[in-house]
């Protein structure tokens, strides 16, 4: 039988300063200081952690990290996986869905913060741009997915974004739609 995906739940862990993490939505980022602060008179410790893709600095705190998805950085091993999401092929596109309910919909997968979903969001945003124009929203949500699938892979496989983004394209290509995924 085939070994189920992890869920984020799965990956979670708690965290030492330094170690990298994946908060859904945002992306890989580093642990850069583990804090107590008092809030309403209690104190509550907090990962404080900053993204490596635009520097932004979060505050999570450590009692909540099931419930926010941060997790670990996909194993390396579970990249063919991811792979596998980008090349199936899917015979509805939800094309015949209005541009914001797809929004939406690729939204609620963005934010569960599996790399899984994040991969399905990119194919089908991707595959749906060969076949007709993409709302403002949808090109923003295929670039945020794209930005977090490479940046996790590079990060997984210690690989430069250049050889990823090949490995990606040639996903594509093989998958035989003759197209590479736009930059």
Same mark, same amino acid.
């Given at each position: 039988?085939?070994?189920?995906?992890? /869920?984020?739940?799965?990956? /979670?862990?708690?965290?030492?300063?330094?170690?990298?993490?994946?908060?859904?939505?945002?992306?890989?980022?580093?642990?850069? /200081?583990?804090?107590?602060?008092?809030?309403?008179?209690?104190?509550?410790?907090?990962?404080?952690?900053?993204?490596?893709?635009?520097?932004?600095?979060?505050?999570?705190?450590?009692?909540?990290?099931?419930?926010?998805?941060?997790?670990?950085?996909?194993?390396?091993?579970?990249?063919?996986?991811?792979?596998?999401?980008?090349?199936?092929?899917?015979?509805?596109?939800?094309?015949?869905?209005?541009?914001?309910? $797809?929004?939406?919909?690729?939204?609620?997968?963005?934010?569960?913060?599996?790399?899984?979903?994040?991969?399905?969001?990119?194919?089908?945003?991707?595959?749906?741009?060969?076949?007709?124009?993409?709302?403002?929203?949808? $090109?923003?949500?295929?670039?945020?997915?794209?930005?977090?699938?490479?940046?996790?892979?590079?990060t997984a496989k210690n690989q430069e974004e250049s050889q990823v983004?090949?490995?990606?394209?040639?996903?594509?290509?093989?998958?035989?739609?003759?197209?590479?995924?736009?930059?």
């Open positions: 039988m085939a070994e189920k995906a992890q /869920s984020p739940k799965d990956l /979670s862990k708690h965290f030492e300063v330094g170690d990298l993490a994946v908060y859904p939505a945002h992306g890989v980022g580093r642990i850069e /200081s583990i804090e107590s602060r008092v809030i309403n008179g209690d104190t509550h410790d907090f990962y404080i952690m900053k993204i490596i893709d635009n520097g932004m600095v979060i505050m999570i705190p450590t009692s909540n990290v099931d419930s926010v998805g941060l997790r670990t950085v996909v194993d390396k091993t579970q990249i063919p996986d991811i792979y596998a999401v980008l090349t199936e092929k899917k015979d509805d596109l939800q094309d015949n869905q209005t541009w914001n309910r $797809r929004y939406k919909e690729y939204m609620d997968k963005l934010k569960t913060g599996s790399p899984f979903d994040v991969a399905a969001v990119f194919r089908d945003l991707y595959m749906l741009k060969l076949s007709k124009d993409l709302s403002f929203g949808e $090109r923003k949500l295929l670039d945020t997915a794209r930005t977090l699938l490479m940046r996790e892979i590079c983004r090949t490995e990606i394209e040639s996903l594509f290509d093989n998958n035989g739609n003759g197209s590479k995924p736009a930059e």
